[in-house]
């Protein structure tokens, strides 16, 4: 065997092998692309290497052709796995380089195959036998050059600048002695190969190519940068592996949740406290993925992050409920640890977990008995300034009168105030209708709870609404807390609603909500509230007539006219006038200071023959003013009083005026239609006046109703 058969063999052999050997290792590991890429490089410089000795050999233009454009093809399968590897290994080096080197070799390649004769002759002319200086004789071939041949030399000169640059950069990040192997074996190829070659093809030296030196070169000295790289792998995986025990060790030990994650998110460590809190056993956990453990309630959180992390490449601390085995959530704060791999990429998290579900569970009881207490706070607050004011407006505890009249009343206030029915209270004004609503809640079953009063008539519509339903902070300018209404404040109690025919039309469809469905929102706020309200109306105005009007919503007032409850006016109880009296001297007396003990006959008698058309309050007044001006212990009066005009008549038997008799006949007719004034069957019609005249009469007569 000659010299040169022993050379060239030597070299493809120890390339193969060396291919072959990192080809196994990318088998076993399959995840480390750079040792595929290094076989491969070794490959085709063992392809280079056979293929060039066959060359060397070739006793015929044909077959030294062949071997032409196979060494070729191994020197291209060479080179660009080479690149690619260097890239990719050292994490150096441009891209777009690498790149443009595959994509011109790869056009080389296409020419290589196309051509008769290869990239590299266009024509060959002969076969030259030449000898070595101890005889052995090797082929050289003499032709004409392929015009495209400098397409191959292109990548050279690629390589060499991407070689110098990737040198370059790791030398500025300190890694010497990857740039020496780099740069070094670099240096060698282009000595042997960039040298050699130009010295062979101008005839200044006689020898045969040796370009499957220069890759062996190449490949032995980027194989022993693999070696040295595999070494301190080993001894980092050493270091790596005792440092990984230390720190499950620690983490074993910790009052801590502990769960590692990989870059897909499968669990790959849960410690034993995480599996202690939520009762699972290690096979249950790992290699589930994260999102099995996390709690439902948890899942926007989760995506929140992961959105973080696509934007800032970081996971900040969190709070992330988990689920344990039994379905119970524990609130757990999680501080993440990102991992990275050697090249710097995202390789996984390490979360450590503090369970705080005891913590916060307190901090919650504790923010709701503080929001209760402020809650009942908030309302004795109220209370105690409606109490407040309620205290100064009760000045008689008992209702007074023996009258037939009132006794009627009274049996209609025990027939209805055990049931939760809602009343009705009709009469004049002053009649006491208050009182009477306040009769009806001490008999009634909620007698324990708030009796709380609104005067629809005393507010403008936006305040008595707020009144009503109470406010949100912030629901208009000056709310600058929270304040509850009168129907929370009645809230299993009763709410007397007075004057209500004078409640606004857009408040109107509110209270029937309530009236219905005990529920509202206070204003500026979104929460139903529900209440067990009893409502007790009262109105001094012929209700039918504003619904006629259009001023009072018919399904409410079929609503609160459920149990209906006329009062009567207090000259249809003057029988009664005696007892009031006695009883507003008495209560004056003390209040004014004085010892009034005598009320004479002729002042009870002219007192009982007025028609007070103030009724019971025009009553209190009167006697009063008596009290504070009376000298002495027998009441006087200071007012002066006319006998109504139907005493009058009962008394003289006199005529009475037109008008009179104009009042009279209207009363009759409005009595008689049961006070209906428009319609068919209306007073109105029968009197053949239109119902807004007859309204004008009325109010001008001062016709109104007597509710008996």
Aim: charged letters at 25%.
């Amino acid at each position: 065997m000659s010299i040169l058969t022993i050379l060239w063999t030597f070299a493809f052999t120890a390339c193969l092998t060396i291919g072959l050997i990192y080809l196994f290792v990318w088998f076993r590991l399959r995840k480390s692309k750079e040792n595929l890429l290094f076989s491969l490089a070794a490959i085709g410089a063992a392809i280079v290497g056979f293929f060039e000795l066959l060359a060397l050999n070739a006793i015929d233009i044909p077959s030294y052709v062949i071997a032409l454009k196979y060494q070729t093809l191994g020197i291209f399968i060479m080179l660009v796995a080479l690149i690619w590897f260097v890239l990719f290994y050292f994490g150096t080096g441009r891209k777009w380089i690498v790149w443009l080197f595959t994509f011109i070799w790869m056009f080389s390649i296409i020419v290589n195959f196309i051509s008769p004769n290869g990239v590299v002759y266009s024509e060959i002319m002969e076969l030259n036998r030449l000898s070595l200086p101890w005889g052995e004789q090797y082929t050289t071939a003499k032709g004409i050059d392929n015009p495209l041949k400098f397409i191959s030399d292109i990548p050279s000169l690629l390589l060499v600048i991407f070689i110098v640059d990737a040198s370059i950069q790791l030398v500025k990040k300190g890694d010497k002695r990857r740039a020496f192997w780099i740069g070094g074996s670099s240096f060698f190829f282009i000595l042997l190969a960039g040298t050699h070659t130009p010295l062979v093809d101008a005839g200044i030296i006689q020898s045969p190519y040796i370009i499957s030196f220069s890759f062996l070169a190449i490949i032995l000295a980027m194989a022993l940068e693999i070696s040295y790289g595999v070494y301190d792998s080993a001894n980092l995986s050493k270091e790596v592996i005792a440092n990984e025990r230390r720190w499950k060790s620690l983490w074993e030990n910790v009052q801590f949740l502990v769960c590692g994650v990989n870059k897909d998110g499968v669990i790959n460590y849960i410690n034993s406290y995480y599996l202690k809190t939520t009762g699972y056993r290690s096979e249950e956990v790992i290699n589930k993925h994260f999102n099995s453990i996390i709690s439902s309630n948890s899942k926007s959180a989760i995506k929140t992050l992961g959105e973080i992390f696509q934007k800032e490449n970081n996971l900040p601390n969190a709070l992330v409920s988990i689920t344990t085995k039994n379905g119970e959530d524990r609130k757990i704060f999680w501080s993440n640890v990102i991992l990275k791999d050697k090249d710097g990429n995202y390789d996984g998290v390490v979360a450590i977990g503090n369970d705080i579900t005891e913590k916060i569970n307190a901090e919650d009881a504790l923010m709701k008995a503080v929001e209760e207490l402020q809650e009942m706070k908030d309302r004795l607050e109220d209370e105690v300034v409606y109490l407040q004011q309620e205290m100064t407006s009760d000045k008689f505890k008992d209702i007074i009168g023996e009258s037939p009249a009132i006794n009627y009343v009274l049996s209609r206030v025990e027939e209805v105030a055990q049931s939760d029915t809602t009343v009705l209270l009709e009469g004049e004004t002053g009649v006491g209708k208050e009182r009477i609503a306040r009769a009806i809640h001490q008999k009634s079953l909620r007698v324990n709870q708030p009796f709380v009063v609104v005067n629809c008539a005393a507010l403008p519509a936006n305040i008595l609404e707020s009144e009503l339903f109470g406010y949100e902070k912030g629901a208009f300018t000056g709310a600058d807390k929270q304040r509850r209404g009168r129907f929370e404040l009645a809230d299993k109690g009763t709410l007397f609603l007075d004057e209500i025919a004078d409640l606004p039309l857009e408040i109107q469809p509110k209270l029937l909500r309530v009236l219905e469905g005990g529920e509202f929102e206070r204003l500026g706020g979104e929460k139903t509230i529900k209440v067990n309200v009893r409502i007790i109306s009262a109105t001094n105005k012929v209700l039918k007539d504003e619904v006629y009007a259009g001023s009072f919503r018919e399904d409410l007032f079929y609503r609160i006219n459920i149990f209906p409850v006329s009062i009567p006016p207090l000259r249809q109880r003057s029988d009664d006038v005696p007892l009031l009296v006695n009883e507003f001297v008495k209560t004056f007396s003390v209040k004014h200071k004085k010892q009034i003990d005598q009320i004479p006959q002729s002042t009870l008698t002219k007192l009982q023959n007025y028609d007070w058309p103030g009724n019971i309050r025009e009553l209190m007044n009167v006697i009063e003013r008596a009290v504070i001006t009376t000298k002495g212990n027998k009441l006087k009066l200071v007012d002066q009083f006319k006998t109504s005009t139907k005493i009058k008549e009962e008394q003289e038997g006199g005529l009475s005026s037109l008008g009179e008799v104009e009042r009279d006949h209207i009363l009759k007719v409005l009595e008689a239609c049961d006070w209906k004034i428009s319609g068919g069957d209306g007073a109105a019609n029968i009197l053949n006046l239109h119902p807004n005249t007859l309204r004008s009469k009325m109010e001008k007569l001062d016709i109104r109703k007597s509710f008996k």
